[in-house]
């Protein structure tokens, strides 16, 4: 648009912003037309009399302007009189329009979004005609350090998950209390509750939890909460169950780390390296015993697809959490110059456990990188579209971007994508190591980043067709991924690496 301003509109007041997540400007860099500018009214009014007259109206218009950009100027006036412009576009052609904006921007930008500046954009607007997604609430809720968005309504947001990663994550307690805390809060502006994930097919449990307290007055019991749940999504009550799921909520679904964000940090899915995180914001054990319980619960509900689905996704975070294990072996064994050692816990990692982990993950229907690219491929109207959007779909689950600009943010633990994306890397990294050793030399990062990459790359140009449809026996796999790891785990838990560890709530009696 802003190209067909420079050509028609020599004039117009156009703005080049930075670049965005380490893309170059051949990425981003996006012009902005100053709502200032009388061509932006025109424009804006134009496009939205369109949207309506296509799709009709509920008066809620979304914008977000300045999302993780960095405005050309943190004049107070100048941020009033976007938000006044952007507003008026909406009135123009709705004048019951109501806009509704991401309060990402704050918490994303604080050096630039200060109380004088935020309230200065929020203001720009007639109060009660702007909603704030307060939009990672469950962690650094904006509404608490901006006197409830200064007047301007806010929904309450649990983000949850980054990337739709993979790996267990929760914040149960914060999700229990803080819609409530919002709606409490002096002078409060609360309207609502609501859900902001990057991505949801992971951690059914949370969304769960999050979606009955929509419905509540109050929070609920935890302990008693979830073990329900476990006689909801199972059928039936089991005591191993429901002490599964109370390990699980008091543990790994229970991060009361200040400000933590659920990337998934294991070392499984990042490009290997000696500056990879091992931390925990739980006690493994109780994941280890949780493991314990569903293994002894399987033979009675393995007929259940959601006991299927838990299985799997508990067995992976187990696993997960080994690598972690593995991984500080090989450092370990790299510093000490111990050849037979790293030999060892790299010939497990790269040898076993991640062919078991691919076949585990290969056995259930959630967990397959085929049932991804075949999405993708299916929106295509040609055979070129649809390598175009296979291409895409790789791409974004791990290089995102030509280069890796933004390398493993969308990381996911899928049958077929252990097996030719991640278990290769690491086997390169191992390999790397051994020759280093062999030859006296010293690890180099960057010459092994240029030589993983392409490995990295070869994965999204492959052509491989990976299955559809699950492969193998899943209760069959678990067990013996039990029966050789459960051993393992209760060996390591000595030498587990946790992060800020914290002793289980009195929400857990």
């Not at 943010?409 to 890397?425: M, P």
Request: glycine share 6%.
């Amino acid at each position: 648009m802003c190209f067909l301003c420079f050509r028609l509109y020599p004039k117009a007041n156009v703005t080049r912003l930075g670049p965005w997540a380490h893309f170059n400007c051949s990425f981003s860099c996006s012009f902005i037309l100053d709502p200032r500018d009388p061509l932006f009214l025109q424009i804006g009014a134009l496009y939205l009399s369109q949207v309506v007259k296509l799709f009709g109206t509920d008066h809620i218009y979304n914008t977000d302007t300045f999302n993780e950009m960095t405005p050309p100027s943190s004049d107070p006036d100048y941020l009033s009189a976007i938000s006044r412009s952007v507003f008026a576009s909406m009135t123009a052609v709705d004048p019951d329009a109501v806009w509704l904006m991401q309060g990402w921007l704050f918490f994303s930008d604080p050096n630039f979004w200060k109380p004088v500046q935020i309230q200065s954009l929020l203001h720009g607007v007639p109060l009660g005609r702007m909603i704030v997604l307060d939009l990672f609430a469950e962690a650094d809720p904006v509404f608490t350090y901006t006197e409830s968005f200064y007047g301007q309504p806010f929904i309450w947001c649990m983000l949850h998950n980054f990337g739709g990663n993979n790996g267990f994550f929760g914040t149960v307690e914060s999700i229990n209390s803080g819609p409530f805390k919002a709606q409490n809060f002096p002078n409060s502006t609360l309207v609502g509750i609501g859900m902001t994930p990057e991505g949801i097919e992971q951690n059914p449990v949370i969304y769960e939890l999050m979606s009955e307290l929509a419905w509540r007055k109050e929070p609920v019991n935890l302990a008693k909460w979830v073990s329900l749940y476990a006689v909801r999504r199972y059928g039936g009550m089991h005591d191993s169950l429901t002490a599964a799921w109370k390990l699980l909520f008091s543990s790994v679904y229970n991060c009361t780390v200040p400000h933590y964000v659920n990337h998934n940090h294991s070392p499984l899915v990042r490009r290997p390296s000696f500056r990879l995180r091992t931390d925990l914001w739980y006690d493994p054990a109780d994941l280890f015993e949780a493991w314990k319980l569903f293994m002894e619960a399987a033979p009675s509900f393995m007929s259940k697809e959601t006991f299927q689905y838990d299985l799997v996704d508990v067995t992976r975070q187990v696993l997960q959490v080994l690598t972690a294990s593995f991984y500080q072996d090989i450092a370990d064994a790299f510093d000490n110059k111990k050849m037979a050692e790293l030999l060892t816990a790299g010939g497990v990692l790269v040898y076993d456990l991640f062919p078991e982990l691919d076949r585990l993950l290969s056995s259930n229907q959630n967990f397959l990188l085929g049932t991804w690219l075949e999405r993708a491929q299916s929106k295509a109207l040609n055979e070129k579209e649809a390598q175009l959007y296979d291409m895409n779909a790789r791409n974004q689950i791990t290089l995102w971007g030509p280069s890796g600009e933004i390398l493993d943010y969308a990381n996911k633990e899928w049958g077929g994508l252990i097996e030719d994306y991640y278990a290769q890397r690491w086997g390169l990294f191992v390999q790397t190591l051994v020759e280093c050793l062999d030859h006296g030399l010293p690890f180099n990062q960057s010459s092994f980043n240029q030589a993983v990459f392409q490995i990295e790359k070869g994965f999204i140009y492959n052509g491989r067709k990976y299955p559809t449809k699950p492969q193998g026996d899943t209760y069959e796999i678990a067990y013996r991924i039990f029966l050789k790891y459960y051993p393992q785990a209760m060996k390591r838990l000595l030498q587990t690496v946790k992060g800020s560890p914290s002793s289980p709530s009195s929400a857990f009696p």
